[in-house]
């Protein structure tokens, strides 16, 4: 999807560029695309918790045990804004419990509004810096 917002951006002269962090971490209630509220992304392998939200980390011992997070994430950059076609986040109060307000991860920068909204603090996570991969076609 961080591709695919690239190159149709880039179709119609928006300038993207495509970037990823690498860590990504644990995230907060986001709304993967075809998916419902999360923040245990890969709820349905059976190697993780098959709960869609673990609220705030607790009752499983250690936390991060078997919850699912993002290795890899995605999307598309100009200058310094991400654009991510790929979720829709928690924007309120408590990112870690559902209801939650939903917004597009769009025009925020990386460090720290993109990483805030959509990494959680709990358990701690080094999100890796957003990079553009080193080939010119922008496949590994």
Do not use: Q
Request: with cysteine.
């Amino acid at each position: 999807m961080g591709k695919a917002v690239t190159t149709f951006g880039n179709a119609v002269g928006c300038g993207l560029v495509y970037k990823y962090a690498e860590p990504f971490g644990y995230v907060n209630c986001v709304k993967p695309i075809g998916r419902g509220w999360s923040n245990n992304p890969f709820y349905a392998n059976p190697s993780f918790w098959n709960d869609p939200v673990v609220g705030e980390d607790t009752g499983y011992n250690p936390p991060s045990e078997k919850r699912s997070r993002f290795l890899r994430h995605a999307f598309g950059t100009i200058g310094g804004a991400v654009y991510d076609a790929c979720i829709k986040v928690d924007t309120d109060v408590n990112p870690d419990y559902t209801p939650c307000t939903e917004s597009w991860a769009i025009g925020w920068s990386f460090d720290p509004s993109y990483v805030i909204r959509v990494v959680d603090a709990n358990p701690a996570t080094e999100t890796g810096n957003a990079t553009a991969p080193n080939s010119c076609f922008g496949v590994e």
